[in-house]
C-alpha cells in the first residue's frame, strides 16, 4: 500500500485535475465572510477557477491553521478582501497576508499572486500598497467593471501556468 504524504488531507477535492484548474485562496477578515461567500461562489461559476474558502476546505478534525498556511503557500493566487473593519483587526487575517507576502516573494518578479480588493473605502495596509487594488464597492456597473478585471487578471496568471480556461 503506498504511503501517503504529508499534504494528502490538504489538497483540494475537484471534479476537474488540479492542473486544470486555477486556485486562487479567498483571504478576508471573518467580518466579511458574506462578500467571500460571494466571491467564492462567483468565481466557482467560471468553471475553470476552483477558489479555497474556508468553510469548504477545512474538515472537521484538521488543524485550522496548519491547513490554512498550506492552502496560501499552495494557491495559484491570493485574492485579498479588505474592509475598514479588517485592516484595524487584529486575528489571522493579518497572519494570511503575511503568508501571501512570504509566498509572492518565492515567485518570478511580475508574477501576478496578490489581489487586493477594496470592499469598502479603507486604508490598504502599507505592506500590500505596492500592489494594484480595486475597489468592489459603489453601484452594480462598478462592481461587473471591478469583477471583470479580477478575472483578467486571473486569466492571465493561468496562462502564466498553462492552465486553459
Not at 8 to 21: A, E
Not at 76 to 93: C, M, P, Q, R, W
Not at 103 to 120: S, Y
Not at 145 to 160: C, D, E
Request: hydrophobic share 40%; with cysteine; proline share 4%.
Amino acid at each position: 500500500m503506498a504511503q501517503e504524504s504529508k499534504n494528502d488531507s490538504n489538497v483540494k477535492q475537484s471534479d476537474k485535475p488540479l492542473g486544470n484548474r486555477l486556485i486562487p485562496f479567498l483571504s478576508y477578515s471573518k467580518l466579511n465572510k458574506t462578500a467571500a461567500r460571494e466571491f467564492a461562489g462567483k468565481l466557482k461559476s467560471q468553471g475553470w477557477i476552483d477558489p479555497w474558502f474556508d468553510e469548504e476546505d477545512i474538515l472537521p478534525g484538521q488543524v485550522w491553521e496548519e491547513v490554512v498556511a498550506n492552502g496560501v503557500r499552495n494557491s495559484h493566487a491570493v485574492i485579498i478582501l479588505l474592509s475598514k473593519n479588517a485592516v484595524t483587526s487584529e486575528g489571522f487575517f493579518q497572519k494570511e497576508i503575511r503568508l501571501a507576502l512570504d509566498t509572492v516573494a518565492e515567485k518570478p518578479d511580475g508574477t501576478i499572486f496578490i489581489l487586493p480588493i477594496r470592499l469598502n473605502d479603507c486604508e490598504v495596509p502599507e505592506m500590500l500598497k505596492k500592489y494594484q487594488y480595486v475597489d468592489y464597492f459603489g453601484g452594480v456597473e462598478q462592481k461587473e467593471r471591478v469583477y471583470s478585471s479580477l478575472i483578467a487578471s486571473l486569466k492571465l496568471r493561468a496562462a502564466n501556468l498553462g492552465i486553459k480556461v
